[in-house]
């Protein structure tokens, strides 16, 4: 029957390939933190992404053997993932991947690019651009916008210390003095 609804996204590769694929990126993301990729394969690796913390918050047996299955060096990264990650995201119900949108890296072929990342994480993008936000309404002496209060809600909820944190950012971004003034909305 043409036309019906897709369960995942097929990627234009054989069964096999595509689970080697998004092996491969979720290995990725595990290693690295954050991958840039195209969307539609990002969007596929997070669901693996997502399954694979909420195995780590697990922490039994069974949960280590299936991670394992899907990781292509767990003897490296099964330790982080059920250590450094799993202690991470222990108080956070879900939504432990964020995928933003970015130009494309190909300019031929213009193909739709993401950025897949681990959220609260070292290279948490959001939390980054949120802190610069701010530091340049401080800077202007303006105040915060109501999605910029919504966004620092959200990158600070589930991090430890995480005004503290998000402070000690904007203070970094301050101290780079991005802008030399010429600053325009």
Do not use: C
């Amino acid at each position: 029957m043409a036309g019906g609804a897709i369960k995942y996204r097929h990627l234009s590769r054989t069964s096999a390939h595509r689970q080697a694929l998004l092996r491969n990126l979720v290995t990725s993301l595990v290693r690295e933190e954050a991958i840039h990729t195209t969307w539609a394969k990002a969007k596929e690796a997070q669901r693996m992404a997502d399954k694979l913390i909420t195995l780590a918050k697990r922490n039994n047996e069974t949960a280590r053997r299936k991670a394992q299955g899907i990781l292509y060096t767990p003897q490296d990264l099964l330790p982080k993932l059920f250590g450094e990650l799993r202690e991470r995201y222990q108080e956070r119900p879900g939504g432990y991947t964020r995928v933003l949108r970015t130009e494309p890296k190909d300019k031929y072929s213009m193909g739709e690019s993401a950025i897949l990342e681990l959220v609260d994480g070292p290279k948490d993008m959001r939390f980054a651009l949120t802190a610069a936000a701010v530091a340049r309404d401080r800077k202007l002496n303006r105040g915060q916008t109501e999605i910029t209060n919504k966004n620092i809600e959200k990158v600070t909820r589930f991090r430890p210390d995480g005004k503290l944190a998000f402070e000690n950012m904007v203070t970094k971004v301050r101290a780079l003095n991005l802008g030399n003034g010429n600053i325009v909305d």
